[in-house]
């Protein structure tokens, strides 16, 4: 479904944050990307929707590169992505309602948006996304009414009303408490299972990764060191990613959170 091939981003500074990286995403397939600050991981997601020019190589979405499009192949490629952010980047004096229909900017004409004069099956597939999510109730509150929780379920629902095919998504839980941050990965992790879609879920969060999600890639200097189960994240393997650490004591949480998660489910 996604294909990256020799992708590389290298800086004017010379900086090179990727390096030939070559990874294949099914569809379907929730992704975690683990590594310290500085791996290259926000670099890739931004990359493949083409926010940050790659240097060389090719991003195949369905056997198209993204990479060669022009500006109007591309807006039209990047309603197949949605992309869900660590800042949520939503339009705060605007309500919920309105930035979620946001989303479908790249489908209807320039007067319909900016008269915000959406056709109907758009907003009923709002309302249906901010039902899904626990927010039918607050679709007419301005959106810096919200809590942090709150403010990334109405960016995964803006994400979700592009009907994509992928889901980029870049630190969604770095300014939520640890609750809120289980329920969010649960949530964008339910939507992925129920619609089919594949996503690439950039986390600082090992133990998190762990607990939601079936493959993990992790990298480091923009290469990657790690391509498989959460359960291949050995002490020795961790260490490898991040460097040195108490490893051990890390992996008795996790196994102890997700039992916790299990008894209380």
Not at 32 to 54: D, F, Q, Y
Not at 96 to 110: C, D, K, P, Q
Request: proline share 4%; glycine share 8%; net charge negative.
């Amino acid at each position: 479904m996604l294909r990256l091939q020799k992708l590389t981003k290298t800086y004017k500074t010379g900086d090179q944050a990727l390096k030939a990286i070559d990874l294949d995403v099914p569809k379907g397939q929730v992704l975690a990307l683990i590594g310290p600050s500085g791996a290259g991981k926000s670099t890739m997601i931004r990359c493949i929707n083409r926010l940050v020019e790659p240097t060389s190589g090719a991003v195949l979405l369905e056997d198209v590169d993204l990479t060669g499009l022009g500006s109007g192949a591309l807006r039209k490629a990047r309603r197949e992505m949605g992309m869900i952010f660590q800042e949520y980047a939503l339009v705060e004096r605007l309500t919920v309602m309105e930035n979620v229909l946001s989303g479908r900017l790249g489908y209807v004409g320039f007067w319909r948006s900016f008269l915000r004069r959406y056709p109907q099956p758009d907003v009923d597939e709002a309302f249906r996304l901010l039902d899904r999510v626990g927010l039918l109730h607050m679709a007419d509150k301005r959106a810096d009414e919200l809590s942090g929780g709150q403010r990334q379920r109405v960016g995964i629902c803006r994400a979700l009303i592009q009907n994509p095919k992928l889901l980029l998504v870049d630190e969604p839980t770095a300014s939520l408490d640890p609750k809120t941050s289980r329920q969010i990965m649960r949530l964008i992790t339910e939507l992925c299972q129920e619609r089919g879609l594949a996503a690439i879920i950039n986390i600082h969060d090992v133990a998190l990764a762990q607990m939601f999600v079936p493959r993990v890639v992790g990298l480091r200097f923009g290469e990657i060191v790690y391509d498989g189960l959460p359960t291949g994240l050995t002490p020795d393997k961790l260490t490898e990613i991040y460097g040195e650490e108490d490893w051990e004591a890390t992996i008795e949480k996790v196994e102890e959170e997700q039992e916790e998660i299990e008894a209380a489910e």
